[in-house]
């Protein structure tokens, strides 16, 4: 089966106010990176959201290998996407390993009970995040950095072949973006079908395969090489330069100089 995402002509307003997108429209093939890219509050997680079927959009639809997502329940959707909230876990006082254990649910059904598999499954999640010594450790004891960590395991676990991550790397220090970059290189390479969401254009040109801007109520696809210190200004409102490292430009801040 081909796990391609598509979306078609989504549409979604909070009650009582504006549309934060209209019309939008995404292809992800499988083993692609879409990463989108868009200001604070302008809505990518509302439209991760819409995509993974946590939230009904207005009108439009989401597929997922010609399926469309509002036609499958909850655990048919676990059993091919999985999800890395920005807040997820959040109050949670199970061993990292429990916590974990409970996203095989959708390969056993509800009540169905972790065998010695499901333990090696949530020991090799944990050793490819780096985290193999928090297993034993309640995830209320963690910090956010490690805890964002054990929620990418999470999503490992599930062995879905659709990753949506929301801003997976902002709690984490240079080494473990980078463990989590590579991680994500790797899945892709698996064949996984990979949305993350990041405030880093940098990011995003390291790893994707195409880039999704979210922008005054309106979602545009385009090619890396279609990303541009002049597309960013206007995104962000914000002075943009390029240095060219290489083949690969690199955004800096314009005005921010070294004293």
């Given at each position: 089966m081909d796990y391609?995402?598509?979306?078609?002509?989504?549409?979604?307003?909070?009650?009582?106010?504006?549309?934060l997108f209209t019309?939008?429209?995404?292809?992800?093939?499988?083993?692609?990176?879409?990463?989108?890219?868009?200001?604070?509050?302008?809505?990518?997680?509302t439209l991760l959201g819409c995509l993974t079927?946590?939230?009904?959009?207005?009108?439009?639809?989401?597929?997922?290998?010609?399926?469309d997502l509002a036609s499958l329940n909850a655990r048919q959707r676990a059993a091919r996407l999985a999800v890395v909230a920005q807040t997820g876990g959040r109050g949670s006082t199970l061993s990292v390993q429990d916590y974990l254990l409970l996203g095989r649910v959708s390969q056993h059904g509800l009540f169905g009970q972790p065998?010695?598999?499901?333990?090696?499954?949530?020991?090799?999640?944990?050793?490819?995040?780096?985290?193999?010594?928090?297993a034993p450790l309640s995830l209320a004891t963690l910090s956010g950095g490690q805890k964002q960590l054990v929620m990418i395991a999470?999503?490992?676990?599930?062995?879905?072949?659709?990753?949506?991550?929301?801003?997976?790397?902002?709690?984490?220090?240079?080494?473990?973006?980078?463990?989590?970059?590579?991680?994500?290189?790797s899945l892709k390479h698996d064949g996984k079908t990979i949305i993350v969401t990041t405030h880093d254009p940098n990011q995003a040109t390291l790893i994707a395969d195409s880039i999704a801007i979210l922008q005054a109520?309106?979602?545009?696809?385009?090619?890396?090489?279609?990303?541009?210190?002049?597309?960013?200004?206007?995104l962000?409102?914000?002075?943009?330069?390029?240095?060219w490292h290489g083949q690969r430009p690199v955004y800096l801040i314009k005005g921010v100089d070294p004293s």
């Open positions: 391609e995402l598509t979306a078609k002509n989504l549409a979604f307003a909070y009650p009582h106010r504006p549309a019309q939008a429209q995404l292809q992800v093939p499988q083993g692609h990176i879409l990463v989108l890219l868009g200001p604070n509050g302008i809505g990518k997680s079927g946590r939230l009904q959009p207005l009108s439009g639809q989401v597929c997922i290998a010609g399926v065998d010695a598999a499901d333990r090696q499954c949530v020991a090799q999640a944990l050793a490819r995040v780096g985290q193999s010594q928090l999470a999503a490992l676990v599930q062995a879905a072949q659709i990753l949506v991550l929301d801003e997976p790397t902002a709690a984490l220090d240079l080494k473990n973006q980078a463990l989590v970059l590579r991680l994500l290189q109520q309106h979602l545009e696809q385009i090619t890396v090489s279609q990303l541009s210190a002049a597309r960013l200004e206007a962000y409102q914000t002075p943009i330069d390029a240095v």
